[in-house]
């Protein structure tokens, strides 16, 4: 067994209050809201010695160099130190547990009972070692969300939003992908050459969210900007929420007097009855969760389909679908490394490490889906295994998962309908990242292509209306006249008469009487028309087409 922390967690000195008891819940000074004050703790600090991101004392640190450039390197080193579980510490030196194995995360994530998601649980909010200021504090601040509620709380807040999902229309969406992908492409393709992260992977899931959640006029750089500084632990991550909240405030003041068929809307309207906070904290939350992630998973799929050539064969030769390819990817590369977090309820036991009440622990997704106890061979093919801890677990696991699958598989679907041509323009090696607590995310991906014109992106990609099929007409050439009999021969017997019947559209006009394009005079050929009475001007395919491109427009 690892030794436990020597003062944090593992510190039995002083009760952890419940979550909402009235005589302790504001008594930390933590605010019920974001922080929106100063973007850094000006306070001095003791030095910390720092080599190979291990602090005094033998533990290692989840942020800095070594956490950054090779997160799964670390992971598998704290695997081979402590196992399943080990100590380490985040930014400012916080000590916390992360879990590593497979099993022993979900263990976490579904028993809330002995880890909760209630941060005000936190030792180190209770003393002062984690202030209001942090740079995590976005992350682990208390708020009235379902993320960090329990119990009742958590069905009645995690109802509103699970059920709000439920309401949205998925082609609908898909259409919008399309859409947004096109657009995107559009302001590229003449260049032949482009960088996907930045011009595709970061702006897609934000301009998707944006429309779903009903404000795509906030959609903005900025808005892409702000959105991924909030989890990253930087100086400015409290400036950052302090704007999307502010986005989103006013969006919901808009729809309780003005509501649209959108998301903000079916929350505010949603039986639960949430509040102006509660709802703008939930479209936060769904709309930071949603575009980290997915902007992270884009970026991770076109990595493997341009580095890895059976990647990218097992696509093109039909072998693979992009769906499937998400899912590998969601093995490899998940958007969200960790999550913070949980919290010890009481003292237990998890991974053969002593776990004491008011401990925080990580969620450690690559970790455990790299776990060797379920994944011996990390380069065998996990198509059709859904059991990967990318979207976590339990009672709080990802409710708009699918929406993620969607935005990435549409989007990479219309990007290489496209630019099938599209070829990493330096080498694998020279590809950088950058990493944060929670995520790891490609700085850039450049590619080339041959350049080609923008298209309308109200209709679908390459799509072309195919020219009105003729009319059918068969030409046979005239009889040859039969020779004469010779004198005194005997006449063969004369064919039965068929009855007269009225003139059918595939009679053989044979005659003259018939003239004109619709028969043939003597000596002329034979027609036969098809389906008279259809339009001549429209033809089925035409009719077909018109209507797969207003359903493609949504009209």
Same mark, same amino acid.
């Given at each position: 067994m690892t030794?436990p ?5 593992g510190d039995?000195?002083?009760a952890?209050?419940?979550?909402g008891?009235p005589a ?10 974001p922080?929106?004050?100063?973007a850094?703790?000006t ?6 010695e720092?080599?190979?991101g291990v602090a005094?004392?033998?533990l290692?640190?989840?942020?800095g160099?070594?956490a950054?450039?090779?997160?799964m ?6 695997r081979a130190?402590?196992?399943a579980?080990?100590?380490v510490?985040l ?6 547990w992360?879990v590593l ?6 263990h ?9 998601r209630d ?5 180190a ?5 984690a202030?209001?200021?942090h ?8 708020q009235?969300?379902c993320?960090?509620a329990?119990?009742g709380?958590?069905?009645r807040?995690r109802?509103a ?12 969406v ?16 003449r260049?032949?050459k482009a ?12 301009m998707?969210?944006?429309q ?5 006029e ?8 702000a959105a991924r500084d ?5 100086a ?5 929420n302090?704007?999307v909240?502010?986005v ?6 808009r ?9 903000a809307?079916w929350?505010?309207?949603h039986?639960?009855?949430l509040t102006?906070?509660?709802?703008s904290?939930?479209l936060?939350?769904?709309l ?6 997915t902007?992270?998973l ?7 389909v ?6 990218r064969?097992?696509?093109?030769g039909g072998?693979?679908?992009l769906?499937e390819a ?6 490899d590369e998940p958007p ?5 977090g949980?919290?010890?309820?009481g003292d237990t036991?998890?991974g053969g ?16 889906n790299a776990?060797p106890?379920?994944?011996?061979d ?5 198509q059709g295994n859904?059991?990967h801890?990318a979207?976590?677990?339990g009672p709080?696991e ?7 699958r969607?935005i990435?598989d549409?989007g990479?679907?219309?990007?290489l ?12 090696d ?13 700085v850039?991906l450049?590619?080339t ?5 923008p298209q ?6 390459n ?7 003729p009319r ?7 009889p040859a ?8 021969a005997?006449?063969p017997p004369?064919?039965?008469?068929? $009855? /007269?019947?009225p003139a059918s %559209?595939?009679?053989?006009? #044979?005659s003259?009487? =018939?003239?004109? !394009?619709g028969g043939?005079?003597?000596g002329?050929?034979?027609?036969? $028309? /098809?389906?008279?009475?259809? %339009?001549t001007g429209?033809? #089925?395919?035409g009719? =077909?087409?018109? !209507?797969?491109?207003?359903w493609?427009?949504?009209y």
């Open positions: 030794t922390f020597p003062q944090r967690p039995d000195s002083g952890v209050p419940p979550p008891c302790h819940a504001l008594g930390t000074g933590l605010p019920t809201a922080y929106t004050g100063p850094a703790d306070r001095p600090r003791p030095a910390v720092r080599v190979n005094p004392g033998g290692r640190r989840l942020y160099p070594e950054e450039h090779d997160p390197g670390l992971y598998e080193r704290l130190e402590h196992g579980v080990a100590p510490l930014h400012g030196d916080l000590p916390a992360l194995g497979h099993s022993e995360n979900l976490v994530t579904r028993t809330p009972s002995q880890f909760s941060s005000r649980r936190w030792r909010l209770h003393d002062g070692t202030p209001p200021d740079p995590l504090a976005p992350i682990f601040t208390w009235p969300i993320v960090f329990d119990g709380d958590h069905e807040l109802g939003v699970t059920d709000s999902i439920g309401r949205i229309d998925h082609r609908g898909r259409r919008y992908i399309n859409r947004y992908s096109n657009r995107l492409v559009n302001e590229f393709c260049d032949g960088d996907l992260v930045a011009a595709f992977a970061e702006h897609l899931p934000m998707v969210m944006a779903i959640i009903g404000a795509p906030e959609y903005s750089e900025r808005l892409v900007a909030m989890i990253k632990g930087t400015t991550a409290n400036e950052s302090a704007y909240m502010d989103l405030t006013r969006l919901v003041k729809r309780r007097t003005a509501p649209e068929e959108d998301f809307t929350l505010t309207e039986p639960a009855a102006d906070d509660e709802v904290q939930h936060r939350l769904v930071i969760a949603a575009y980290e992630t902007a992270n884009i970026a991770n799929v076109l990595r493997m341009l580095t890895d050539p059976r990647f064969a097992q696509l093109s072998h693979m679908t769906p998400v899912e590998q990817t969601l093995w969200f490394t960790t999550i913070l949980r919290w010890a309820v036991e998890l490490q002593s776990i004491k009440a008011g401990d925080a622990l990580v969620v450690g997704i690559a970790a455990a776990d106890v379920v994944r011996p990390l380069s065998a093919s996990m859904r059991s801890l979207f976590s677990g709080h990802c409710p708009g998962q699918d929406i993620g969607a990435a549409t990479i679907d219309a990007l309908l496209r630019l099938p041509d599209l070829q990493l323009a330096v080498e694998e020279e590809l950088r990242w950058s990493g944060a607590l929670m995520s790891r995310q490609l850039e450049p590619v292509f041959a350049p080609r014109p309308d992106v109200t209709v679908p990609p799509a072309v209306m195919p020219p009105p099929r059918w007409q068969v030409d046979s050439p005239p006249a039969a020779p004469p009999a010779a004198p005194g005997e006449l004369a064919a039965p008469v068929a $009855p /007269v019947t %559209p595939v009679d053989l006009v #044979a003259g009487e =018939a003239g004109g !394009a043939a005079g003597a002329g050929t034979a027609t036969v $028309p /098809v389906d008279t009475e259809r %339009p429209t033809s #089925a395919p009719r =077909a087409w018109r !209507a797969v491109v207003r493609w427009r949504g």
